[in-house]
């Protein structure tokens, strides 16, 4: 893109997180979206992504505290939040999907960002968000008969709640598509080979997945 | 998903109880160094090894358990914790599997035994 290096916005904006400027934090990577000089996947895919992994990282070698921690994933979500009401959705699909972190997963933020970009290429996406207990992930699946389920996965404490919430999604409804996400399933191919379940990496291979789906 | 991370699931908190009881007999100098929040701290860790154990397991990947215990070693290390100690607690955890868990002890003992390699950088 012409004029923005991605890896110098998300410096730039993890820069001012950490330093506690979060107005300024939010500047640097909304301005830019206001103006079409990001768009919503580079804001998610080339800016949020890269610098929640880092985050993590920073805090595993102690550099940073929980609280840091804390601080740029609700900073991340509050520009998700307002990124949501900046963007008019495209259109060109249609379908639902429920979007769901297993139980014991408390990383959220990447299924806050696929909903909007889901959204804003014309899929109802349901987010439940985090650790989201199994017999309510069926219900609400049995209530709104989505096209398919993502789920997913970053931390592998919670592998045993995804095999969990696979199964009974599976037994409730057996011609369900599921697919997974995430840290943990992208990094163990074993994950979705043992489920049984597709891997997306990204908006493009979910959108892949679900437009392969709906002309099934 | 499988009948041995089933197994170990159902015993989760007694081997992680148990595992923290070895840990302690095996290397009583860790545990005279502990209070009360360092052993609520080990205790913890003892039940996230299991849970982590659980999870490599269930789906049949010893690289999950192994990234895990690296990941875990450089976390733990950043707190000042010994990487014997984490290895020790390994030990202990399999021993406590063997005991609390036995049909899921001959596949948690080769996930534990590859963590242990990796952590002694064999």
């Known amino acids: 893109l012409p004029g923005v290096d991605l890896t110098v916005v998300a410096q730039r904006y993890l820069d001012h997180a950490l330093a506690g400027r979060d107005s300024e934090a939010v500047r640097t990577v909304l301005d830019p979206l206001v103006t079409h000089a990001l768009n919503l996947n580079e804001l998610y895919e ?36 307002v990124a949501v009401t900046l963007t ?21 933020t990447a299924l806050r960002m696929l909903s909007h970009l889901l959204a804003a290429v014309g899929y109802k996406a349901h987010l439940l968000g985090a650790s989201t207990p199994v017999r309510d992930l069926v219900a609400y699946v049995d209530r709104v008969r989505p096209g398919a389920v993502g789920l997913s996965v970053a931390s592998p404490l919670a592998i045993p709640g995804l095999t969990r919430a696979v199964a ?37 291979e979910t959108v892949g997945f679900l437009a392969a789906q709906s002309s099934r | 998903v499988n009948e041995r991370a089933e197994a170990l699931d159902a015993q989760l908190d007694p081997v992680a109880r148990r595992a923290v009881e070895l840990t302690y007999e095996a290397v009583p100098a860790y545990a005279a160094q502990l209070d009360a929040r360092g052993r609520k701290h080990c205790e913890d860790d003892a039940r996230y090894h299991v849970r982590a154990l659980v999870a490599s397991l269930a789906i049949g990947e010893v690289s999950i358990f192994v990234d895990y215990a690296r990941w875990c070693e450089a976390l733990l290390r ?12 390994f030990r202990a955890t399999a021993t406590a599997v063997r ?19 990796a952590l002694a950088g064999r």
Do not use: K
């Open chain 2, 78 to 89: 950043g707190y000042g914790v010994d990487a014997e100690n984490l290895l020790a607690m």
């Open chain 1, 46 to 81: 080339g800016v949020l992504a890269p610098v929640a992994e880092q985050v993590g990282e920073l805090w595993h070698r102690s550099e940073i505290s929980v609280a840091d921690e804390h601080f740029v994933t609700l900073l991340n979500q509050r520009v998700i939040a």
């Open chain 1, 88 to 108: 008019t959705p495209r259109g060109g699909h249609e379908g639902e999907v429920v979007l769901a972190c297993p139980p014991d997963e408390l990383h959220d």
């Open chain 1, 168 to 204: 009974a999604l599976r037994d409730a409804h057996p011609e369900l598509r599921i697919f997974v996400g995430g840290r943990c399933a992208t990094r163990y191919p074993a994950v979705a080979d043992v489920l049984g379940v597709t891997v997306c990496r990204d908006i493009a």
């Open chain 2, 99 to 117: 005991e609390l868990a036995p049909a899921a002890y001959d596949h948690a003992a080769v996930h534990l035994t590859a963590a242990e390699e």
